[in-house]
């Protein structure tokens, strides 16, 4: 991945001679030609994956609309020739600007408690800790400073600079966070607790540089927005579908050979079964067909789907929002309703919640307003409380973002949908109502199956 094409794009230069890549091709030449067919034998007998263990299939990707640019969907980018890695050095450093992070420690030590005897009570008092100096005084700096910068080499944050007295002094200072743990895991009775608390400090630091890069990169890109007409160019349209399938699978292969060809003969119109929890579904609200949902746990042996695949909340949306359309028809007699995939990491982000991706967006349109609202299905167990930023760019949206697109034919809304029922989420500190978690533009996909749709477009148009 260090041919010039593969660099990252602060890293990539400006010219890029048209012989450079053969320079950058690797020819092999084998004296002996089986070898590549021995070895894989040999990965076979030990029972590992080859790749001729699988048949490749792919299925086209069909546009709902055959011309999308006259629809004018408008979404929101950043402009052209902005690079926040080429232009910003982060130094992490200790700043009261950095949103607060919170870490609950408490399920991990209730699964620790667990695998070690089957009586474990039930925490009623939840704690707040700090780590100090004679916690401080114990961790191996070398280790931990090492282990953030493979923190940050990973997520190709090339423009963080990192010291191990700038680390300690954020660790010192521990008003940015909140730490939920019992005291006797910090009281020094037991030297193994060292490794616990060089746990958390990890932890604690690696959401901190985390939190810092988001805030400077959403800083840097605030006044760097625009608005842009979508069009099948942007990166959340594909091609095809390429699947990977087991060889042993021959009724898979058989049902994704028929699908290949009902799409090919543009005869998919309505949601093709192929097996239990595999499906591609129909809607002509989403901006291309088909979608692809698969239950990746029974299948994660035998196929491998690109792009990414719907997940059961993902999919309950689509049906749900499909369903709704189909039964308002006078709501929506006078508008126009279109949804997308919004692709992870190349699609549609926001720096205020994380750099968070929603799933979906939704384009409500009315005349010559467009209400764009993101939505993402998602589980709420690793989420702490309502103060999330994922859960708040419902407020920052409108904010810090909108007022900025200098449009008023754009309105900006976001909204989680949980896949968490809500009798599942004892964690949550006030445990609040579902009323408190529709006011912050959270809604339960099983307690209110019925209507979380409607609520939805009540709070798009309010």
Do not use: C
Request: charged share 30%; aromatic share 12%.
């Amino acid at each position: 991945m260090k041919r010039s094409t593969d660099l990252d794009v602060s890293l990539r230069p400006d010219y890029i001679p048209e012989v450079l890549p053969i320079l950058e091709t690797l020819n092999i030449f084998g004296l002996r030609a089986d070898y590549m067919q021995q070895f894989k034998d040999y990965l076979e007998e030990e029972g590992l994956p080859t790749d001729s263990d699988f048949e490749k299939i792919t299925v086209d990707i069909l546009p709902t609309i055959s011309d999308l640019s006259e629809k004018k969907l408008k979404y929101i980018k950043v402009k052209d020739g902005s690079n926040f890695k080429r232009d910003v050095l982060v130094d992490a450093v200790i700043t009261e600007k950095v949103p607060p992070v919170i870490i609950d420690w408490y399920p991990k030590i209730q699964v620790l408690k667990s695998s070690k005897t089957t009586n474990v009570s039930t925490v009623v008092t939840i704690e707040q800790g700090k780590l100090d100096n004679i916690h401080i005084a114990f961790l191996d700096w070398n280790k931990i400073y090492f282990e953030i910068q493979k923190f940050k080499n990973e997520r190709s944050w090339y423009n963080v600079n990192l010291s191990i007295e700038a680390l300690k002094d954020i660790l010192q200072r521990p008003e940015w966070y909140n730490l939920l743990i019992p005291s006797s895991e910090l009281e020094l009775t037991d030297y193994g607790k060292v490794k616990l608390w060089h746990e958390l400090a990890l932890t604690l630091l690696k959401s901190f540089v985390e939190r810092l890069y988001n805030y400077q990169k959403n800083k840097f890109y605030s006044d760097k927005i625009e608005v842009a007409f979508i069009d099948s160019n942007h990166p959340n349209f594909e091609a095809e579908y390429n699947f990977l399938i087991k060889k042993t699978e021959d009724r898979l292969i058989g049902k994704i050979k028929e699908l290949k060809e009902t799409v090919r003969k543009n005869e998919f119109q309505e949601n093709f079964k192929i097996d239990n929890d595999f499906e591609a579904l129909y809607t002509n609200l989403h901006l291309y067909q088909p979608l692809i949902y698969i239950d990746k746990g029974s299948y994660e042996e035998v196929i491998k789907i690109q792009p990414v695949p719907l997940n059961k909340g993902e999919r309950y949306l689509v049906e749900d929002l499909r369903q709704y359309f189909a039964t308002n028809r006078d709501f929506f007699k006078d508008k126009q309703l279109y949804l997308l995939r919004n692709m992870s990491k190349k699609g549609i982000g926001f720096f205020e919640a994380n750099n968070f991706f929603p799933d979906f967006i939704l384009w409500l349109v009315i005349g010559n307003k467009q209400f764009i609202s993101f939505i993402d299905p998602k589980g709420l167990r690793q989420i702490q409380g309502l103060t999330d930023p994922k859960i708040q760019l419902h407020k920052s949206i409108k904010t810090t973002i909108q007022p900025k697109l200098n449009d008023p034919e754009i309105e900006l809304s976001s909204f989680i949908l949980s896949n968490t029922p809500y009798s599942q989420l004892t964690h949550w500190k006030g445990q609040e109502s579902i009323q408190n978690f529709n006011e912050n533009h959270v809604f339960f996909q099983k307690e209110q199956k019925s209507d979380y749709i409607k609520l939805i477009f009540y709070k798009i148009l309010d």
